[in-house]
């Protein structure tokens, strides 16, 4: 009994850690400690640096005029900015549309080999100071790359993470509203984390990084944007938060399309953790080390699996005649129970958004589940399926 009780605080001691627990750590110390920290705004910028925005598309005709505009609007003096798009594979119209506009670079092959290779070849024709990386799917506001060029005054920063946001509606199913709600979370942790030392880990949406740290990355690597920033860090240069640099994205058409993109997220993840196991000894680098293990180690292995724990050794304790086992037992069949709802509700839009978290909870931890058992398998395919999305 004993131990089972110390088993389950211990337990529901990650997981609150994992998900709160540490940013209220990084919080406090960013709050007390930081608080002479250098901004950015107001400054000007010595030096502005040559810089290639690339972008990876793929059958993307219903969007890529779109991106090919907002490219091109972009605030930069023109005679320092590159202009590259890579549309390996692609089989509709990207090619002919993009081939309207003279001032973008178009790289094509008839194979599909994957992003990855699609920006391993792009990179050779990228000879600017910074390159920065964007999906075709997205728009990009227009002093974005003004705003994340000013970090790199700092010889010390290696690349710059963005943030993302998704348009949400006033009434919204539950994979927008899910949606909306965690890229809300990430951003403000990616910010504690930036300014306590450095970001752990860039979305593939709008990232950037120095072009001479480009280090070609393994060609099965499942999330490349996360992998490619975190072997920068660990080579010892921190990765800054611009949240003033941002990329906007339609939240997934449904749950079901939401859904291949968080198993291929938790499958890269413990791909992840198997490639940067080095990370895990705080000895080396330890600020780097807490935040990742804090942040996303402890999210993408061992809490999903600590849920589960905590259910068995709730009900060992309640046939126990446990008190604090019959308590877990009712709270976690309300949390399910209004995840349940959720799901049932999956589909509908509905302007009570608070009513999908539980749901969209339970459904992250779920796709962790399936993502792990399809990398140990060798199922999980490094060509991005793509989402459909809103």
Known sequence: MVIAEYLLLISIFIIFYSYL??????????????????SLEGKK????????????????????????????????????????????????????????????ILLHEKARNGKIAATKRAMKFVDSEIVVFSDANTTI???????????YNSPAVGGVACEKKVKVQ????????????????????????????????????????????????????????????MKIAQSGYVIKYEPQAYAIEEPSFSVAEEYKRK????????QSIVRLASLLNPFKKPALTFLYVSHRVFRWSVAPILLLAIIALSFLLAIKGSWIGLGLIVAQIIFYLLAFVGYLLRNKKVKAKLFYIPFYFTFMNYAVYVGAIRYFRGSQSVVWEKSKRA
């Open 45 to 104: 910028q010595v030096h502005l640096p040559s810089l290639t925005l690339l972008v990876a598309a793929y059958n993307e005709e219903d969007c890529i005029e779109e991106k090919v505009l907002n490219s091109l609007s972009l605030e930069y003096p023109k005679n320092l900015l590159k202009i590259l798009f890579i549309t390996d594979g692609s089989t509709d119209q990207t090619n002919k549309i993009i081939q309207k506009y003279p001032n973008i």
């Open 21 to 38: 627990g540490y940013v209220l750590i990084v919080l406090v110390f960013n709050k007390l400690l930081l608080k002479n920290k250098e």
């Open 170 to 229: 006033n009434e919204d199913n539950a994979s927008g509203a899910g949606e909306g709600f965690y890229w809300r979370y990430e951003s403000f942790l990616k910010q504690q984390d930036s300014d306590f030392y450095s970001v752990v880990g860039a979305a593939g949406e709008l990232f950037s990084i120095r072009t001479n740290l480009f280090v070609p990355i393994p060609s099965d690597t499942i999330i490349e944007d996360f992998y490619m920033t």
């Open 141 to 151: 506001n227009s002093d974005a790359l003004l705003k994340i060029v000013r970090h």
């Open 263 to 270: 198993t291929r997220i938790a499958a890269g993840g413990i």
